[in-house]
């Protein structure tokens, strides 16, 4: 969920605070910003790669995923906020994890957090069915009736950008530990960059301060207008190396919902069957009954 939270930051710190091109080279350099950002894989996940390992799936939706609860399930553990969990007390933490959803729906209203039946299950591809099938007993047990299982998605071909001179510093950035860190100094960074375009300084202030919707969306629709609003009076090489490490994604994903009904029959899979093979057996938006291990 890192990844998430440093988006919103950088947007949030970047909109607090060179001379300009031609403007005809300005508009080109404008639009072919606009156009790699858009094209490539940009929407934040909320899952660390190293999580697990996912089973790649084609045909989820590419959109922005709200916040929830995150239940990782590996061959051999189950864990929550990245803390171990044994899978006979998983129920009773994910209903105190229930709990905290309700009251963060009714205390502060706000859309990402109304949906009370959401949970992810990060499964990894070499988990089996019987695991999984415990794991989601136990979140219809605590009220996640619709947990959305999480897949990777095939990633889109990109052409990195040229690297700039800040590619140097921003290496040295993203091998930090602490995301805390990472967020503030990269928010510092693109508000050095983007201070002598007071068109781009409003665009992440407009972000920053909006609520619905993707950031990441939001943010690349504003850039060309911005550029060409200000005459790309700003190092654009800069700004392009900044945006490419703050909005690529590298392994996209994606989740595929369900609904859990414990009246219908079990899914007729094997327990001792691979995630990699038994996931095959949902599809979206299906009512099902995954059975635990006898």
């Not at 609860?69 to 803390?83: H, Q």
């Amino acid at each position: 969920m890192r990844r998430v939270w440093i988006l919103a930051s950088v947007i949030g710190f970047a909109a607090c605070g060179g001379g300009g091109n031609d403007p005809a080279q300005c508009r080109r350099q404008a639009a072919e910003l606009a156009t790699l950002l858009s094209t490539m894989d940009h929407e934040p996940s909320l899952f660390r790669a190293d999580d697990a390992k996912l089973v790649v799936r084609e045909g989820l939706s590419t959109a922005g995923l709200s916040f929830g609860t995150i239940v990782v399930v590996t061959p051999t553990a189950v864990s929550m906020s990245g803390r171990r969990v044994d899978l006979g007390g998983l129920a009773e933490e994910l209903a105190a994890a229930h709990r905290q959803v309700v009251e963060n729906a009714e205390r502060y209203g706000r859309k990402d957090m109304q949906d009370t039946t959401l949970v992810y299950l990060v499964v990894d591809e070499a988990a089996l069915w019987g695991r999984v099938g415990a794991v989601a007993a136990a979140a219809h047990e605590a009220g996640f009736t619709r947990p959305a299982f999480v897949f990777a998605r095939p990633t889109a071909p990109v052409t990195k950008p040229p690297r700039s001179w800040i590619d140097a510093d921003l290496d040295r950035l993203m091998e930090s530990e602490e995301a805390g860190n990472r967020a503030t100094e990269l928010a510092r960074m693109t508000e050095k960059v983007v201070k002598t375009c007071p068109a781009m300084v409003r665009a992440f202030g407009s972000v920053a301060s909006d609520d619905g919707g993707s950031k990441a969306e939001t943010i690349i629709r504003a850039i060309e207008p911005s550029l060409i609003e200000c005459n790309c009076k700003l190092d654009l090489p800069a700004f392009r190396s900044i945006m490419f490490r703050l909005l690529y994604t590298p392994q996209p994903t994606g989740s595929l919902r369900v609904t859990l009904d414990p009246a219908r029959a079990p899914l007729a899979v094997a327990s001792d069957t691979p995630w990699r093979v038994a996931s095959a057996q949902l599809t979206a938006d299906a009512t099902v009954w995954i059975a635990p291990p006898p």
